[in-house]
DNA sequence: TACCTATATGTGTCAATACACATATACTTA
DNA sequence: TAAGTATATGTGTATTGACACATATAGGTA
C-alpha cells in the first residue's frame, strides 16, 4: 500500500501525469522506492477513486493527451496519517551479498567482474547525486521545505560511500587469488 | 527465481530442514534476502522437482518428522551457472526515505520518533553483527569458504554505521525546530 | 487447568511487482 | 526510407511475496 503514498508524497511537489511520475521514479525519489510505469497507472487510478487525486485531461495535438494528477485535500490527509504510522523497516535485497555466502562454490572470477561493475555503478550513483545537489542546493541552506530532500541525497552519498569502500576492500581481497 | 538460489547457498553450508532454514534466513542471510516460512516450504518443493535438492525424512518420537534438504550436484551446477549471470543492482525499499521527500507535509514530531526509533535499530543490528564476527572470526584470518561470509558482515557493518551516522545529524538537524 | 512457546510442515488467498505487449504520433538519425 | 527515440496511456498475465489459518505434540509457566 505504500506506493500510493510514494506517489503523493511526488504530486505534492507539483501535479504530474503518470508518465512525468514515471519518469521522476527513475531519476529522484525511486532511489528509495522503484516502480514502473503500468504499476503507477494502476496506482493512480485506485487513488481517484479513494478522491486522494483528481485528474484533468491537458488536450495536446499531435501527441496523446496527458492526464495530470493533483493532491487533493482529503489526499493531504492521508499523507498526514501515513507519516504517524511506524515506518517499515528498510528492506535489503541484495544478490551479490548472497553469493559472497557461497563463495566456495561459486565462480570467483565472475565474482571479481560482478564487483568490478558494481563499484562502477556505486560510482556512477554517487556521482549523479553530487549533481543533483550541486544544481538544487548549491546557495548555502536549503529551504525549509527542500532539507528533507537534501537529507535524502547525503543518505544516498553516505551509502554509495559506503559500497565503494567495501568493493575496493574486497577487490584487493580477491584478486590475489589464483582462479 | 533467486530465491531459490539463495536456498542453495545455505544447503551448501549443511543440509537443513525447511524450519531450519526459516530460522537460518531470520538470523543469517535474511539480512540480504527475506523469506517467510511458506515461502520456503513452496521452493524447496520446487527444487526438489528440478531434482536441486534431495530430501530425507528424519523420524522423530512425540515431534513431528524433519524433512531433511541436501543440495544434488545439478543444485551445485545450478549454483554454479546463477554465480555467472550479471547480479541484479540492490533493491533499496525505504518508507523513511519517501517521507523525508514530503518533510512539509508530515508530521515532524512523528518523523523524529521514528528516526529514533531507527537509530535504535540500527545500531542494534550493528551489535548483532560485531557479536556474530567476535563468536565466528575472532581468530585472525578466516578460512577460505568463510572469506565471503566475513566479507557480508563488513559490508552489513559499514551499512549500519552509515545509518547510524546519518540518523544522529537528521536528529540534530531537525531538533531545533519548534513543532 | 489454561496458556504460551518451541518444534515441524504445510494450505489458501490476496496484494504487490515485473514484464511483455498494444497503440498512436512526431521527430531525429543512419 | 527504415529504424530508433521520445511522448503518452494503458492491458494482460505470471511470478513473487505477505499473512492468516490449519494441524500435531511436548514442555514450561501462571
Given at each position: 500500500?505504500?506506493?500510493?503514498d510514494?506517489i503523493?508524497v511526488?504530486?505534492?511537489?507539483?501535479p504530474?501525469?503518470?508518465?512525468d511520475?514515471?519518469k521522476y521514479?527513475?531519476?529522484?525519489?525511486?532511489?528509495?522506492?522503484?516502480?514502473?510505469h503500468p504499476?503507477?497507472?494502476r496506482?493512480?487510478?485506485?487513488?481517484?477513486?479513494?478522491?486522494h487525486v483528481?485528474?484533468?485531461?491537458?488536450i495536446q495535438?499531435?501527441?496523446?493527451?496527458?492526464?495530470?494528477?493533483?493532491?487533493t485535500d482529503?489526499?493531504r490527509?492521508?499523507?498526514?496519517?501515513?507519516s504517524?504510522?511506524?515506518?517499515?523497516p528498510?528492506?535489503?535485497?541484495?544478490d551479490?551479498?548472497?553469493r559472497l555466502?557461497?563463495?566456495?562454490?561459486?565462480d570467483k572470477?565472475?565474482l571479481?567482474?560482478?564487483i568490478t561493475?558494481r563499484?562502477?555503478?556505486?560510482?556512477e550513483q554517487l556521482?549523479?547525486?553530487?549533481?543533483?545537489?550541486?544544481?538544487?542546493f548549491?546557495d548555502?541552506?536549503p529551504?525549509?521545505g527542500?532539507?528533507g530532500?537534501l537529507m535524502g541525497?547525503?543518505?544516498?552519498?553516505?551509502?554509495e560511500?559506503?559500497w565503494?569502500?567495501?568493493?575496493k576492500?574486497?577487490?584487493?581481497?580477491?584478486?590475489?587469488a589464483?582462479d
Open positions: 500500500m505504500a506506493l500510493s510514494a503523493l511526488c504530486l505534492t511537489e507539483r504530474m501525469s503518470g508518465y511520475l514515471a521514479f527513475d531519476t529522484s525519489i525511486g532511489f528509495f522506492w522503484h516502480a514502473t504499476q503507477i497507472y496506482e493512480l487510478k485506485k487513488l481517484g477513486q479513494r478522491g483528481v485528474s484533468d485531461e491537458e495535438s499531435g501527441k496523446p493527451n496527458r492526464i495530470v494528477y493533483c493532491v482529503a489526499g490527509q492521508a499523507l498526514l496519517e501515513w504517524r504510522k511506524p515506518v517499515a528498510a528492506v535489503i535485497k541484495d551479490l551479498l548472497v555466502q557461497a563463495i566456495e562454490h561459486i572470477r565472475a571479481r567482474q560482478q561493475a563499484l562502477a555503478a556505486h560510482r556521482a549523479q547525486y553530487h549533481h543533483i545537489r550541486d544544481v538544487r548549491s548555502g541552506e529551504e525549509p527542500d532539507l530532500k541525497l547525503e543518505l544516498g552519498m553516505e551509502y560511500n559506503g565503494i569502500n567495501w568493493c576492500n574486497a577487490l584487493a581481497r580477491l584478486e590475489p589464483g
